[in-house]
């Protein structure tokens, strides 16, 4: 018996377009964002918003190949502690919220940011 598959986070997220539009809105709530947006001062912000879009493109399900570096490596060095990923964190749901992300969607999404912990605080 077949039945349909239900769609990917790829999809419910709008597919590449509305992931690269996620990623830009993330960026740039980063870079105004008190708690954190010091960390952004010396990055290439359309690299960043690049990279960050075809992360989440690749790890949901989309056809992007990311190019960037593995989390620790990208973070080690920033010295982060769990305000500064609540933060980032907040910034996401901010504008999942902001474009209407149904619940499930938004809550899988925060379930797979939480899971980075390890990986980009070294504290
Ligand atoms: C929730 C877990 C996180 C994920 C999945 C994540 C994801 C990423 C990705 C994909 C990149 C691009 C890396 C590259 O291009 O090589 C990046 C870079 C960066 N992230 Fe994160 N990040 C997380 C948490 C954080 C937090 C909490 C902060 C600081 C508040 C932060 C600050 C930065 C900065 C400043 C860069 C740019 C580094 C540069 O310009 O060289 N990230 N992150």
Redesign the pocket.
Same mark, same amino acid.
């Given at each position: 018996m077949t039945s349909p598959e239900a769609p990917s986070l790829y999809d419910r997220l709008g597919g590449t377009d509305g992931i690269n539009e996620i990623a830009a809105a993330v960026v740039q709530a980063?870079s105004i964002n008190p %708690? =954190?947006k010091d960390?952004?001062a010396?990055?290439?912000m359309e690299?960043?918003t690049r990279?960050?879009a075809?992360?989440?493109n690749m790890g949901s399900g989309g056809p992007a190949e990311?190019?960037?570096?593995d989390?620790p490596?990208?973070?080690k060095d920033?010295n982060?502690n769990e305000a500064?990923?609540v933060? %980032? =964190?907040d910034d996401?749901l901010g504008v999942l919220d902001a474009r209407g992300v149904d619940p499930v969607t938004r809550n899988e999404v925060l379930g797979?940011?939480?899971s980075?912990?390890g990986?980009?605080?070294f504290q």
């Open positions: 980063h %708690a =954190i960390f952004f010396d990055s290439d690299k960043l990279d960050v075809d992360f989440f990311y190019q960037g570096r989390m490596s990208a973070h920033m982060l500064h990923l933060a %980032a =964190i996401v797979i940011l939480y980075f912990k990986e980009v605080l």
